[in-house]
């Protein structure tokens, strides 16, 4: 007899959270599909990981799973990023997914791995053209992959039809489910989850083709203790537990060496003035975020590659003021291929 748990681990954004639900850890599709497990297999302990972080994607996904998911061993990992990944561009969202799942089949190749689409719609119900590219990418890689997928935006589209009440009656806000919504979700996935523990783990072939990132990693504020730090308190997710802060007191920091830089994760409290990235000292500069037109109410973050992608750089960031004041910005990590 299985002396280990089994684990089921997912990793997505604040669906996967379980944002909207009545209650996070009894209603989400998250919970619902760990409670099924243990009804399907009573004879063993069931841990479910959640590793849902709202307003983030595939993006951050890549940097997020080898600490959140794989260092854990999961029997089977559910995978959620569609809608969050219609603010990347379609080639990085490629690239990002592609790399996490390439990942998750080298370094967990006795676990199972299942992807869900979820749906979003606009106020009035339409459909999103940029919802749908992100959709399909999100369809042909767990094809490509050999990924199976649950597609929980077709389970909700069957939902509003058969019953003829409109969107708003299982995605209130037209992206996060209500408990209805989440149960739809559920009913979709839980059989497969189900299955899947129940298989004899045998070794999955990683799937060929593709340029994938194959060693992507996070320099963090813990990674160089020397740099400030500001802790984010009102949010316990390890990525804002601390982060480095440029604010006029504090303007800049360097970090030394050659680097091969995809990006910045950013994100601000107050007005924020322009980030700046120096390419070797000073000889040239990239504006990497302007707010000087936008307020946040809200930490809101922001993941920048743009500006400096495949660039080999010593890498300085200052920040320069905001016309109005206020100027701060909190920096959670430079992200490596």
């Known amino acids: 007899m299985r002396q280990t748990p089994l684990k089921v681990a997912f990793l ?107 749906e979003r719609r606009d106020a009035s119900g339409n459909s999103i053209p940029e919802v749908r590219s992100s959709q399909k990418d999100h369809l042909e890689l767990f094809r490509h992959f050999g990924v199976p997928c649950v597609a929980g935006h077709e389970a909700i589209q069957a939902a509003v039809e058969a019953s003829g009440l409109g969107w708003g009656v299982f995605l209130p806000d037209g992206v996060h489910p209500n408990d209805a919504g989440y149960r739809l979700y559920s009913d979709c996935l839980s059989p497969i989850v189900c299955q899947m523990v129940k298989r004899e783990s045998q070794p999955v072939a990683s799937a060929t083709g593709g340029k994938w990132l194959q060693n992507p990693r996070l320099i963090t504020p813990t990674s160089h203790p020397h740099l400030i730090k500001a802790p984010i308190e009102s949010i316990s997710h390890p990525l804002y537990s601390s982060a480095w802060h440029l604010s006029p007191d504090h303007p800049k920091f360097k970090l030394h060496g050659s680097l091969s830089c995809l990006g910045l994760l950013v994100w601000v409290t107050r007005r924020s003035g322009t980030l700046i990235a120096t390419d070797r000292g000073s000889a040239n500069s990239y504006p990497l975020w302007d707010s000087y037109s936008q307020t946040f109410e809200r930490l809101a973050p922001r993941f920048l590659q743009k500006n400096l992608r495949a660039r080999e750089i010593n890498l300085c960031l200052s920040i320069q003021a905001h016309p109005e004041g206020g100027e701060e910005a909190l920096i959670a990590g430079i992200l490596l291929a």
């Not at 561009?89 to 990942?103: D, E, V």
């Open 12 to 118: 997505g954004g604040s669906i996967t959270d379980g944002y909207g639900a009545s209650q996070k850890e009894k209603s989400s599709y998250r919970a619902l599909v760990v409670e099924a497990v243990r009804e399907s297999c009573p004879e063993h302990e069931v841990i479910g990981l959640n590793c849902g972080l709202g307003g983030t994607g595939s993006d951050l996904g890549l940097f997020r799973v080898r600490s959140e998911v794989i260092a854990h061993s999961p029997d089977v990992v559910v995978v959620e990023f569609a809608i969050n990944d219609t603010d990347l561009s379609p080639r990085w969202r490629r690239l990002a997914l592609g790399s996490l799942l390439n990942l998750l089949r080298r370094e967990l190749p006795h676990s199972q791995v299942i992807g869900l689409v979820t």
